[in-house]
């Protein structure tokens, strides 16, 4: 991932195999070994499903441009992660603004993004007042588009997929990247989709996506049909290039021999195991 080469890998097991004590172990090892690395977590939620499109992509984009308390209080992020992600607003509110203006109220709420730049960002930057009218421009779009309510179909989907990617790229290109999608298994289809998108474009960047999923969730259809096709169509895209999958996530090698798993080689490789 340092050399820029971006990765996208799962975590797979069941339910208390200790897929979330890897993640934390894993970020707080990464973290160590690199102080400009940037941990960002994004929740499926069992409840919502389908009903709150793109959620976990909103949370981790909300984290990026730094709104982590919520995230610090569950224990989901360090507090040195939390104050590497507020630092971080004066570059990723320009990026949000530059890349991903049609992100803003959809993604991220325009309202406290521009309370937050008030009191994290210091001094005057070009790229507050641009936010203000980009907030004010937003806010008055026909409700049928915000995605909370249902309607992001509203919105050309390969625009908002488009800003998404060039905001991680470009911030990936300041520092270091590690997005965690946890409880893939209940990601709405919006969020399968992106996650697809993200997996064929971040090749060339220092962003490495970790996904977790319960495997019997997906194998007896209690995912949703695209999230098990994304899935597949992830793993047999990594499999064409020479990697092959084995039991629970196993990474192996080109001749079918186990990789070292990342939390003996080293922080920085990307993960597929689970324990």
């Not at 890897?22 to 090892?29: D, G, I, N, S, Y």
């Not at 690395?37 to 909103?58: E, H, K, M, T, W």
């Not at 320009?94 to 993604?107: C, E, Q």
């Not at 039991?247 to 990789?259: N, Q, V, Y």
Request: with cysteine.
């Amino acid at each position: 991932m340092q050399a820029g080469r971006g990765q996208l890998r799962f975590i797979t097991g069941e339910a208390g195999a200790g897929k979330t004590s890897l993640t934390a172990e894993f970020a707080r090892r990464a973290q160590r070994s690199d102080p400009e690395l940037l941990f960002v977590v994004g929740n499926c939620n069992a409840q919502s499903g389908i009903g709150d499109p793109y959620l976990p992509f909103r949370e981790v984009l909300a984290q990026l441009t730094g709104d982590v308390d919520s995230k610090l209080t569950q224990g989901a992020i360090s507090a040195e992660n939390a104050g590497r992600l507020k630092g971080f607003l004066t570059f990723s509110g320009r990026a949000l603004v530059d890349l991903g203006p049609d992100l803003i109220d959809i993604f991220v709420p325009g309202a406290a993004l521009v309370g937050r730049a008030s009191k994290l960002v210091v001094g005057e930057v070009g790229w507050r007042k641009r936010l203000e009218a980009l907030h004010r421009k937003n806010a008055s779009r026909p409700e049928d588009i915000l995605p909370a309510r249902g309607g992001h179909q509203a919105m050309e989907q390969n625009q908002i997929f488009e800003q998404f990617t060039r905001v991680l790229v470009e911030l990936a290109g300041l520092k270091p990247l590690v997005l965690l999608i946890d409880d893939l298994h209940w990601a709405d289809e919006s969020s399968a989709s992106l996650l697809f998108h993200l997996a064929r474009r971040i090749d060339s960047s220092r962003i490495l996506v970790l996904g977790t999923y319960r495997p019997e969730d997906v194998a007896l259809g209690r995912a949703s049909t695209l999230v098990a096709i994304a899935i597949a169509a992830i793993k047999a895209a990594a499999e064409r290039s020479g990697w092959k999958y084995g039991p629970a996530g196993a990474r192996r090698g080109r001749r079918g021999r186990a990789a070292p798993c990342p939390c003996r080689s080293g922080p920085r490789t990307g993960t597929d195991c689970a324990r």
